[in-house]
């Protein structure tokens, strides 16, 4: 689990926008709505590179946004 402090301030790398924290069975993970990006969270760290986030579909975007919470309480 991430710390609330640190998801305060943790913001989309392309776009400055806030992000979803989405936990699952497999993990958990930070999520860009808008772009439909996902960042993977490895031991606890978030990876927030460009180049290492993966595209969502519309079926997934769905289920993530019906598990998350928004990373940015603003």
Same mark, same amino acid.
């Given at each position: !689990?991430?710390? %609330? $402090?640190?998801? $305060? *301030? /943790?913001?989309?790398?392309?776009?400055? &926008?806030? /992000?979803?924290?989405? &936990? $699952?069975?497999?993990? %958990?993970? /930070?999520?860009? #709505?808008? /772009?439909?990006?996902?960042?993977? *969270?490895?031991?606890?760290? =978030?990876?927030?590179?460009?180049?290492?986030?993966?595209?969502?579909? %519309?079926? %997934?975007?769905?289920?993530? !946004?019906?598990?998350?919470? =928004?990373?940015? #309480?603003?």
């Amino acid at each position: !689990m991430l710390d %609330e $402090s640190l998801l $305060s *301030i /943790l913001v989309c790398p392309a776009d400055r &926008g806030p /992000l979803v924290l989405v &936990g $699952s069975g497999e993990g %958990e993970l /930070l999520y860009n #709505p808008r /772009l439909r990006r996902a960042y993977r *969270i490895e031991d606890g760290i =978030p990876v927030l590179l460009i180049e290492e986030a993966r595209d969502v579909d %519309e079926d %997934e975007h769905d289920r993530l !946004m019906a598990r998350g919470r =928004p990373a940015d #309480p603003r």
